[in-house]
């Protein structure tokens, strides 16, 4: 049951070191779910015998493949998402492959595997025009907010607030909203974390014990997954009602999707990227 706290594996180090192994006592009778970046299917595959998950969706990883210098070919990203969605039963959900700094191709890519058969997620990342916002919002029956990694927690919320207010009901998942105050502040459908890893393997920041000099990714992190699977369990009993209303909702795309993306207004691109106050909000 939504909403969903994703753990996001990166280059599958820290995992490997029984963080996602099955534990038979665990307090929780439920596994969590993953995100994995198309970029790091390799690892993943070679590992996720030993993991406890019960499903997982696939990111194209083109934030990481774009600061790393690598190209995802739309073809071979749509190719490998036909594959595993038709052989693997755990993969639920595929995200569309953006194109950083360029809303328009991104839409295009997404409208590509939409043809292709392939129900991918957009995503609407923070400093694009509210147009895009609205438009993808419009025609897909679930997207992503994204671009809004770095930012100031409380800023980084109010954002995130100004878009469900534009577009809610919606289905909606937070790209690195993982923290506790964004979980329980908003409605997702989902979200996926990494500061399960990267909090104690890089700072020393463990949920469960606090500020430690105790980092490294060879660190066992089962704890943190358990507070995740608590939050996500606290999640789902607060935002109950509100899941109810989103399973009301369509589950496929308009027909009127791609009409739309034809029939572009110009002038829309020309509005301020910021997303100020909706009347009556704050």
Not at 66 to 94: F, N, Q
């Amino acid at each position: 049951m939504p909403p969903d706290i994703r753990l996001a594996l990166a280059d599958g180090q820290a995992e490997r070191n029984g963080s996602l192994d099955r534990h038979p006592t665990s307090a929780h009778d439920h596994a969590p779910a993953l995100l994995v970046s198309y970029v790091y299917l390799e690892p993943f595959f070679e590992n996720r015998a030993h993991y406890h998950y019960r499903d997982w969706v696939m990111d194209s990883g083109a934030f990481s493949a774009h600061h790393s210098g690598i190209e995802i070919p739309l073809e071979a990203y749509i190719e490998k998402c036909r594959e595993l969605l038709a052989t693997d039963r755990t993969l639920t959900e595929v995200f569309s492959l953006d194109v950083i700094g360029d809303h328009l191709a991104s839409r295009r890519n997404c409208e590509a595997m939409w043809s292709a058969g392939i129900p991918a997620i957009p995503c609407y990342h923070h400093g694009e025009p509210e147009s895009v916002l609205l438009e993808l919002a419009a025609a897909y029956p679930k997207i992503a907010l994204g671009g809004a990694v770095g930012l100031r927690s409380a800023y980084k919320l109010r954002w995130a607030q100004q878009c469900f207010a534009r577009v809610w009901p919606k289905r909606i998942h937070g790209f690195g909203f993982g923290a506790g105050t964004h979980i329980l502040a908003l409605p997702w459908h989902s979200v996926d974390a990494t500061n399960w890893e990267s909090g104690p393997c890089l700072w020393g920041n463990w949920k469960r014990y606090g500020k430690m000099s105790v980092r490294g990714s060879k660190q066992n992190l089962r704890g943190e997954v358990e507070d995740l699977l608590t939050l996500e369990r606290r999640a789902q009993v607060r935002w109950r009602p509100q899941m109810v209303e989103l399973d009301a909702l369509p589950s496929t795309a308009p027909v009127v999707r791609l009409a739309m993306a034809t029939n572009r207004n110009v002038k829309s691109e020309r509005y301020t990227s910021g997303l100020g106050p909706v009347k009556g909000t704050s």
